[in-house]
């Protein structure tokens, strides 16, 4: 795993995960957490914030056996009813993830298996504020068997671990002759966010490419009826954009990517 070492591979083997090893992520580990957080929110200006050894928030999840050993998450929270903010967490916290990814982390995006309150009362949310959404982070369980795993195993992990929407249905608005004409770049991308994950695991977003102009578009799907739709755009994003291999995005749905 050691060759492997850029965010599109991060992408290749990134799963969620939710069962954690007992032992709470050590000093170390926070800090580097802590200061990627740091970075994010003075880019976006949002609250993005690493909560350490709290049970309460997963408490009646890991009873029913669908979580174990969830002691650390990352809370996301940034100014109330502001769609664009919601999209930015989700772009900005998906490169925390990626980067715990490379780093031998296991994470999990939750939006419903979770005690708000517990999390609100944990996590620091001043006035305007709102909390979007939570990310379970720590040592996978019996992490070190885990670790020891090749990157062919855990690519084929990912391949099978999920059902996930085809390429066509992630371009709907797409004849398969324009497919075929658009660039590597977009398909690049669009395979890239076949893999990325999202709050609810409904993959809400799609992808165009408009020849004329050279530019992707990514958009919410109009029959997605989901709270947490622009958290999966921006997270959406950030994966096509790491797998087109360079280029910038327009906040938004429907923001334009421009290839560079």
């Known amino acids: 795993m ?15 995960v939710r069962r954690y090893d007992p032992d709470p992520i050590d000093d170390d580990t926070a800090r580097r957490l802590d200061m990627a957080l740091d970075a994010a929110n ?23 056996g669908r979580f174990a050993n969830v002691t650390t998450y990352l809370a996301l929270v940034g ?8 999209e930015q967490a989700g772009f900005y916290a998906e490169r925390v993830v990626l980067t715990a990814t490379q780093q031998g982390m296991g994470t999990c995006w939750v939006a419903g298996s979770i005690d708000r309150e517990q999390v609100e009362r944990h996590c620091s949310i001043e006035r305007g504020e709102e909390l979007y959404v939570v990310i379970a982070i720590g040592l ?13 195993e855990f690519t084929e992990r990912q391949r099978t671990h999920r059902s996930s929407k085809s390429f066509e249905e992630f371009t709907p608005g797409m ?13 690049a991308g669009v395979e890239a966010a076949r893999k990325a994950p999202s709050a609810r695991n409904l993959q809400p977003v799609r992808f165009s490419y408009r020849a004329e102009d050279d530019t992707a ?4 799907d109009a029959g997605a009826q989901d709270n947490h739709a622009y ?8 994966h096509f954009q790491i797998g087109a291999g360079s280029g910038t995005w327009a906040w938004g749905d429907g923001g334009l990517f421009l290839h560079r």
Not at 4 to 11: M, R, Y
Not at 79 to 86: I, L, T
Not at 141 to 150: I, K, L, P
């Open 42 to 64: 003075t880019l976006s200006g949002l609250h993005l914030q690493l909560i350490r050894n709290e049970r309460q928030a997963f408490a009646t999840a890991m009873s029913s």
């Open 175 to 187: 004849s398969d002759e324009t497919r075929a004409a658009a660039p590597a770049w977009f398909a």
């Open 217 to 220: 578009a990514a958009y919410i």
């Open 79 to 86: 100014p109330r009813g502001d769609n664009e903010s919601k």
């Open 140 to 152: 996978p369980e019996q992490h070190e068997d885990y670790a020891r795993r090749s990157y062919e």
């Open 231 to 238: 958290n999966d755009l921006g997270i959406a994003k950030l």
């Open 2 to 16: 050691m060759l492997h070492d850029k965010l599109i591979d991060a992408i290749a083997i990134r799963t969620a």
